[in-house]
């Protein structure tokens, strides 16, 4: 019974495992091929859509092809010019299209991968050529379009031309009139513009006869162009006609600007020669000389003139002495500080460099030449400072002298410490503290306190070679 027993449990439990095992393989085949029907479905669908799209492009470029060669019937072979190229890279497109829709279709089973690449690659090869068409028929539409507005357009060029042409004689009339009023040099911008106007308007007329020929012989695009040209040309003259018009109105202009301007300059050239001698010498005198040189070469009252140049060549002089004494009173400001300046600057600069020298007249062997060079180097800007007129100049030089003497104290300082390295150059010993500027001056001022350090320095120098008695320095 017990053997029995086990057979039977053993048995059940084989069952159950075998049924467990069942149910699992089961589901997990279902759900294979539940994703196999969905990706058969996905690429279905997008094999579905590259097809149709393939058909739709295909008969567009059919109808693209037809609507070409009826343009070419019905406005000449030029019309469809840059038409064709766009057609024959569309069908290039297609082409590879159509390799790719045979590849999806023959015997050879194709893997997802492959027909999912290739159904893309139809839809972008599609939308390529769909781009194309359009700029085809866009193309096409603009052809006709000029073929519908190039004749009205030669209508107006011959209409415009002859009205515009009916404005050179009162242009004319109106420069012998402005003759007698402005000089020949006044007029010389618009003197040649009713001759030009009456060349391009004899170039537009020919231009629209071209243009009808064209026409008459399907020629629609060189019609186009040519109809172009000519209104360009109507559009020019009647540009150079108006020009002599506003030239009147610009001279009076000119001319009640002008009378201001004399006015104000007067007035400058007054103010400007009230100014000190000192002040104006150079370029205030020489502004003034050429604002009245301005003013002199203005034409008597009732003459031919040029208001126009006049007024520019009087404006730029008076603007230029306009510049040239607000420079002097800038630099009369700035010489005003700068000698105000001057004094301390030079004064620092004498205490900085006696500071110095100091030590190196105190201190002399260990003091190397970069700090002999920079204190003979202050002691010539300072000199120059001394004698420089310019007050500005004579500061510039000042401060150098300082810094370069407060650099010669600094690098005497280092040779001497270099040179006897058991000192202490510091409060142990009173040593220099920094002075005015930066330098290394003494508290008491002048050498005296210098000296005092440097020549117990030197006796600590003395006792260090003697032996160690000079450790009761530090």
Known sequence: MDGALIVGVVTGALLVVVAAVAVVAWAVRRRRTRRERATEAELERLGTAAGSALVRVDERARLAEDEVAFAEAELGAQAAADVTPRLRRAREHLREAFHLNQLLHDSVPDTEAERRTWSDRILEQCRAAETLLDEADEALRARRRSARETPALVDGVEARATEVAARIAPARELLTELGERYAPQALRPVADNPDQAERLLEFARRSARAARRRLDA???GEAGATAHAAEESVRRAEGLLAAVGDFEAEALRAEAALGDM?????????????????RRA????????????????LPAPGAPGDPVGSLSRVRQANTALDDAVRERTEADARRRRASAQLAPALDDAERQVAAARSVVDDYRAPVGPDARTRLAEAERELSAARTTEDPERAVDTARRAASLAAEASTLAHRDVVRSHPGQHWGARHGGPRPGPGGAMGGGMG????????????VLGGILDDIGDLGDMFD
């Open 446 to 457: 002048g050498s005296g306190a210098f000296g005092a350090v440097l020549g117990g320095m």
């Open 262 to 278: 004399i006015a104000e300059s007067r007035a400058e050239l007054a103010e400007a020669r009230a100014l000190p001698a000192a």
């Open 218 to 220: 399907q020629q629609v």
């Open 282 to 297: 150079g370029a205030v005198d020489d502004a003034v000389a050429a604002l009245q040189e301005a003013l002199d070469a």
